[in-house]
Nanobody, 115 residues
Framework: QVQVVESGGGLVQPGGSLTLSCAFS????????LGWYRQVPGNQRELVAQ???????NYADSVNGRFTITRDNTKNTVYLQMNNLKPEDTALYSC?????????WGQGIQVTVSS
């Protein structure tokens, strides 16, 4: 059975930093494209950052230069380092793993940026 465990969210002041982690178990992790998404109530879920099995990355324009996605295939974990956070980054963040027809999601973790 696949398990997905997210951690690292919380409340941070504008300009601060947070690192989200998402650990997968019981999947062939290195084969998967990994992503972080976020959603604000009333809005569609948006892709924040993505990393391929070869570690190529892409970012939403709104976070490019502030967020960094990385993966550790030895720990089956994907990370999202978020710097210079803004109030508009407040959202429910979810991790995602995709390989062919296999797709898994984390449960979601809240990030709130507020003074």
């Amino acid at each position: 059975q696949v398990q997905v465990v997210e951690s690292g969210g919380g409340l941070v002041q504008p300009g601060g930093s947070l690192t989200l982690s998402c650990a997968f178990s019981n999947i062939r992790f290195s084969f998967y494209t990994l992503g972080w998404y976020r959603q604000v109530p009333g809005n569609q879920r948006e892709l924040v950052a993505q990393i391929t099995p070869g570690s190529s990355t892409n970012y939403a324009d709104s976070v490019n230069g502030r967020f960094t996605i990385t993966r550790d295939n030895t720990k089956n974990t994907v990370y999202l380092q978020m710097n210079n956070l803004k109030p508009e980054d407040t959202a429910l963040y979810s991790c995602n793993a995709v390989w062919v027809t296999n797709k898994y999601w984390g449960q979601g973790i809240q990030v709130t940026v507020s003074s």
